[in-house]
């Protein structure tokens, strides 16, 4: 069964760094756009960064220049590196991809708080 699992999460002031983790099982993560989204209370779930299968990224604005995504094919896993934090990333982080049938994975979502 595929299974997405992030971790990393947590508690940070402002202007620090966190990286999430999310842990793929069961197809390979080089194959198919990859991607970050994530919910603040209240809001909708938005993305926040997106790798495609050639390595090229996308970011949201909000976050462009602070956040990079990158994935380790051999480990199977995607990487969320969070940097200069402000409290307005405070959300659930959640990594995704949908399939060729256009399926769309979730993991279970990792909370970030950035306290100022």
């Known amino acids: 069964q595929v299974q997405l699992v992030e971790s990393g999460g947590g508690l940070v002031q402002a202007g620090g760094s966190l990286r999430l983790s999310c842990a793929a099982s069961?197809?390979?993560?080089?194959?198919?756009?990859m991607s970050w989204y994530r919910q603040a209370p209240g809001k909708e779930r938005d993305v926040v960064a997106s790798?495609?299968?050639?390595?090229?990224?996308n970011y949201a604005d909000s976050v462009k220049g602070r956040f990079t995504i990158s994935r380790d094919n051999a480990k199977k896993t995607l990487y969320l590196q969070m940097n200069s934090l402000k409290s307005e990333d405070t959300a659930v982080y959640y990594c995704?991809?949908?399939?060729?049938?256009?399926?769309?994975?979730w993991g279970q979502g990792t909370q970030v708080t950035v306290s100022s």
């Open positions: 995704t991809f949908y399939d060729d049938t256009g399926h769309v994975y």
């Open positions: 790798i495609t299968t050639s390595g090229r990224t």
């Open positions: 069961r197809f390979s993560i080089s194959t198919y756009v």
